[in-house]
């Protein structure tokens, strides 16, 4: 498998009307030396210019596989739903009036226990490349923030909402629970940091209308999945303009 070229600077700088990055670089002097930025790099104009360069340098680079991992997250969640319609026919079929169970050893028992497992493959398959895409993103947009010392509130309120919560907000929350999913479900009530996260991602599907209002996550299929698709209504390319949107839009700090 050959990976597309990355985009240039200044394709993604034109596309997402970065006007931060539309000035010359240069370095600065500062107190007789040149500057260096909190990650050690040569500091161009100034914190915020140099902080977006780099966002822009790393997403660049990564854009190409994550575009990849996009593709492939949506093809084997479109064959899980029909894996899923495929179960419920042979259910149809072969479910007789009595509403009895398959009789094991059945050809149809059989047919239905190898779509359970290829609809668990492709849930979970599908949700792995998601979390890895919903990570990464937040650590692009994590390290945005701590370059340029975004304040909590702008990093909260920075449009585009998605049903009422920023992208660094719904990406955080998402990344959070694929790093502790385990944790989270074992644990009752949830900690105080567990529960921000879980109603970030609670009032993005409810809103979606992708689960019911519950006070945990348990039970619901595919969480990543389901948060990458309300991200990006199932474009890269609009999943892209939303991150480049909240991340033009973050404010420095002092």
Request: hydrophobic residues 40%; contains cysteine; aromatic residues 6%.
């Amino acid at each position: 498998m050959q990976l597309p070229p990355a985009p240039s600077q200044e394709e993604i700088v034109t596309k997402f009307n970065l006007e931060i990055l539309k000035s010359p670089a240069d370095l600065v002097v500062r107190n007789g030396d040149i500057a260096m930025t909190k990650s050690g790099d040569l500091m161009l104009n100034d914190e915020h210019y140099s902080a977006m360069r780099r966002f822009v340098s790393t997403w660049r680079f990564n854009a190409p596989m994550l575009k990849s991992l996009f593709d492939l997250t949506m093809a084997v969640s479109l064959r899980s739903k029909d894996l899923k319609r495929s179960l419920d026919q042979v259910a149809d079929h072969h479910l007789g009036s009595n509403h009895k169970p398959f009789p094991p050893g059945s050809t149809a028992f059989s047919r239905r226990l190898a779509l359970n497992e290829e609809i668990a493959a492709n849930m979970l398959g599908s949700d792995s490349c998601a979390g890895a895409i919903l990570l990464n993103l937040t650590g692009f947009l994590q390290a945005l923030r701590d370059d340029i010392n975004t304040a909590r509130l702008d990093w909260e309120g920075t449009a585009p909402l998605i049903h009422g919560h920023s992208v660094g907000a719904v990406l955080a929350a998402a990344s959070n629970y694929f790093r502790h999913w385990d944790e989270w479900r074992k644990t009752s009530p949830p900690t105080t940091r567990q529960a921000t996260s879980i109603d970030v991602l609670n009032a993005v599907l409810d809103s979606a209308g992708l689960k019911q209002s519950t006070q945990r996550l348990l039970g619901v299929e595919g969480i990543c999945t389901k948060i990458l698709d309300v991200l990006s209504e199932g474009d890269f390319d609009k999943l892209s303009e939303r991150v480049f949107a909240f991340a033009n839009g973050l404010k420095p700090g002092p």
